[in-house]
């Protein structure tokens, strides 16, 4: 596999954002994307989006061979679960890995959740998401959707060597579409893509990020 810039990387970090103010909008009042409810909240948050990202998934649709469709996982997340969630997988390392320093804790975290200070989730600028058939039977991409490197034995990782010849090709079909309609990879899950975001701008040479972190924990607008 290549060298992948982590999420935690300073060169992340260091690309401004000047937020273009677009809003959040609920990606099921579009009507033509599957969308899951395994990540649900009460606020409804995880099927919020930036308008300019939705408008990309449902390109990346179109792109798609007949009789497959997106099916939309995850969206935003707000700051206070970004910050758990990372703190979470964060201590569990440090457990597994007693001799680690903090930073190596940190990177490490990073290969499957992003830093809350840079995370693309919670600038409703990421996306969770697999694909399906029509009537909604997910394809098979090599692991479930939210697999960590260790449960995975690193299958996880978009370029992962190992998996089956269907599962490569699904990878390949999901990932030109959404190339095709904008979006960029996070190379350690293959389900995680964004636009808009201090990842995507590094990726793509931007000037800066569109989206910043969203103020509050979300409303569709």
Sequence with gaps: MTEITLMSDASVAAVPVRDCGEPLVDVRAAGTLLVDARAADPADAYAQLREGVLQRLLRAQELLPRGLRLLFVEGYRPLSLQRHYFEQYAAGLGADNPTWPPARVHA????????????????????????????????????????????????????????????????????????????????????HWSYGDRYWALATGAECALYGPWPGEGRAA
């Design 108 to 191: 490490a975290a990073s290969r499957f959740v992003a830093p809350p200070e840079i995370a693309p989730h919670s600038a409703g600028a990421a996306v969770d998401l697999t694909l399906a058939a029509a009537d909604g039977t997910e394809c098979d991409l090599g692991t479930a959707i939210d697999a960590s490197p260790e449960e995975s034995a690193g299958a996880c990782y978009t370029d992962a060597p190992g998996i089956s010849a269907e599962a490569r090709a699904n990878r390949e079909i999901l990932g030109a579409a959404l190339t095709a309609a904008g979006l960029v990879n996070y190379p350690t899950e293959w389900w």
